[in-house]
C-alpha cells in the first residue's frame, strides 16, 4: 500500500484515484471492462450522450497521424432514455464511480438531458460538452463564443440545483481560453474539463479529397499534449481554486503529473486506451509512483506546482 | 447482452516465424494459451512500432490459423501484407521479437450444425482466414469450395497445405495471370445452383462483399462476411469502424466492426449506405 494520498475532489465529488476515462473514448464502460475492473479508476466518464439516439458522421471516421489521430464520430449515441435505462444501471453493478457527459444542439437540450439526469442515482458529477468539434454548424460549438457558454452552463446549473458538481468542456480552439471559462464558472461550473480535441484535417492524396466522411476531425493524442498543458496552466493561473479535469495525449504517469503540475485535479486518459486497452490501470499506478518517487505525500500537494515554483 | 470482448487479453507474444510467401508474410505467433479461444473469423490488434513510435494505434489483422504446437504451445497465423508503415515495421520484425498483442476479438463465423454445401470467397489476403475456416467445416462434415481472386497473380493467398480442406479450389485474376480472367464474383451464381450452396463465406475488399451479397440477396442462401472498416481501437470505444446494419425489423443502425462484426450477415448490412450516414 502506497503511503501517498492518492485522492482528489472535483467540485464536491471524492474520487480514490485521479485517473478517469475521457468521454467518447470509453463508450459506457462495459468494453474496458474485461480488461480492468471500472471500479479501479478515478471515474468512467460516459461518452456524451444526446436526447434523442443519434447515428452519427459517415465513415471514414478516423485518421492516424504523427502522434495523433483525427476523430469524426459526431456524436453517435443511444439517447438519453436508453442510457439512462440501460447504462447506468450497468455502471453501478460494477461499482464503478460515474461522470455523465451530455452534449445538446440547443440550449434547451442541455436543460433536458440535466432534469433527466436529476433524479438518476448513483451519479458523481455531470460533464457539459460544449466543445465537441464534430458537428455540422461551427456556430454550435457553444465553447467557441462565450455567450452561448455562460447560457448552457446557467441553464444547467438552474435545472439541476446545488447539488450535483458541473464540469464544463471546453475547447482550446478560441482566443481567449481563459475568459471563457471564467465565464463558464461565474455561470455556475463548479469545474472544468480541460481539452476537448483540437479541429483538423487530413486530405487523401488518392482521391485528393478531404479523407474523413466529415471532412474535418477532432485531434487528439500526444500530438496535442503541450496544447492541453498551456490550457490548464493559463486557466489554473487564473482560476486556481477551480478544479481541472486535464486531458489531452495522455499516455503515462509522466504526462498526467505534468497535467496536475499545470493545475490539473485529475487526469482522464482518451486516446491512450485505443492503442493499449490497459493505459488508465498503467498510467494510474505510474503516476502514484511518480508521486510517491518525488516525495509528494498526497496528490493535492502536486496540483498546481509549476506555478508555485515560479513565484519563489 | 453477452460480455463484450469476452476472452479477449492483452499478452507480451513472442514472434515465432516470419517467412515472406509472394507479396505477403507469414508471421506466426506464441500466444500461448489464448490459442484455444481464437476461432476463424476473430481478429488481433497489435502494437506497432515500438515504445518511441509516433504511430498510437494498433493495427488489426484477422488471425488465419490457430495451431498448438508441441514446440511453443499455442500459436497465430497471421497473413499480413507490408503496405503501410505499421504493417511493414511488422513484417521487418525478426524472430524472437516480443509483440504487444490483445486478441481474439471480434466475431466469428457461425459453423453449420449439419452439414451443408459450402462455398468460400477469398479476395486478395483476405483469403488467409478462409483457410483456417476450411479445416473447421470439412471437420463438419461440410462440402468446402472455394473461390480466390485479386487483381494480379501475386496477391493470391493460396498455401498447398491449405488446399487440402478443400473439395474444388478455383482462382480469378483481372489481369488473367494466374487461373481465369475475371472478378471473383462472377461464378458463384452458376456455383450456387450447380452445387447446391447453403452457406457462402466470404472475406475481402467490401466491394467484394457487396457484389456476393447482390448475388445471395433474394435467395435461401446464408452470406457470412467479414467486413472491413479502417479501425483505431479494435475494442468497441472509438465508434470509427461502423457500417449501417438493419436489424432484421426495419430499424438500421450504425454498429462497430469490431465488436459486433468482423463477420456479420451479409444480408442485413446496407450496403448501399456503407460509407455514408443515416
Known sequence: MSAVDFSTIIGNAWFPTPVFTASGCASSGRELAQFLPLHDIGAVVTKSVMSKARAGRPTPRMAETPSGMLNSIGLQGPGIDAFIAKDIPYLVSQKARIIVSIAGETVEEYSTLARKLRSVSGISAIEVNISCPNVENRGLVFACDPEASRRVIDGVRRTIGGELPIIAKLSPDVTDLTSIAQGVVDAGADALALINTVLGMVINLDTMRPHLGGKTGGLSGPAIRPIAVRAIYQVHAAMPKIPILGMGGVSNGRDALEMIAAGASGVSIGTASFGNPLALISIQNELKDLLQAKGFLSLRDAIGFAHRVEQE | ?278
Open chain 2, 1 to 278: 447482452m453477452a460480455q463484450i470482448n469476452r476472452s479477449a487479453q492483452q499478452i507480451n507474444a513472442t514472434l515465432v516465424g516470419n517467412k515472406r510467401v509472394g507479396q505477403y508474410h507469414q508471421l506466426i505467433i506464441n500466444i500461448g494459451d489464448a490459442a484455444d479461444h481464437c476461432k476463424p473469423g476473430n481478429f488481433v490488434a497489435i502494437n506497432v512500432g515500438g515504445d518511441s513510435s509516433r504511430m498510437i494505434l494498433r493495427r488489426a489483422f484477422a488471425i488465419s490459423r490457430i495451431s498448438s504446437s508441441s514446440t511453443f504451445g499455442g500459436t497465430m497465423e497471421l497473413i499480413v501484407a507490408p503496405h503501410g508503415a505499421g504493417s511493414k515495421w511488422l513484417c521487418a520484425q525478426s524472430e524472437g521479437t516480443i509483440l504487444d498483442v490483445v486478441a481474439p476479438l471480434g466475431t466469428a463465423f457461425g459453423i453449420p450444425t449439419e452439414p451443408v454445401q459450402v462455398l468460400l470467397v477469398g479476395g486478395g489476403y483476405g483469403s488467409a482466414p478462409l483457410f483456417g475456416l476450411a479445416e473447421v467445416l470439412n471437420a463438419r462434415g461440410c462440402r468446402v469450395d472455394m473461390l480466390l481472386g485479386a487483381s494480379t497473380a501475386a496477391k493470391i493467398y493460396a498455401p498447398m497445405e491449405g488446399k487440402r480442406a478443400v473439395n474444388s479450389l478455383r482462382i480469378y485474376t483481372e489481369d488473367g495471370t494466374m487461373g481465369q480472367m475475371g472478378r471473383v464474383s462472377e461464378p458463384i451464381k452458376a456455383l450456387i445452383e450447380d452445387l447446391n450452396i447453403a452457406v457462402i463465406y466470404s472475406c475481402g475488399p467490401m466491394a467484394m462483399l457487396s457484389a456476393i451479397n447482390a448475388i445471395t440477396s433474394g435467395t435461401e442462401v446464408v452470406h457470412q462476411c467479414a467486413v472491413e472498416e479502417s479501425m483505431a481501437c479494435g475494442i468497441g470505444i472509438c465508434m470509427t469502424c461502423v457500417l449501417p446494419v438493419n436489424d432484421g425489423a426495419g430499424n438500421v443502425s450504425m454498429l462497430r466492426s469490431c465488436i459486433d462484426g468482423p463477420v456479420m450477415d451479409g444480408s442485413l448490412v446496407e450496403w448501399d449506405s456503407v460509407g455514408r450516414g443515416l
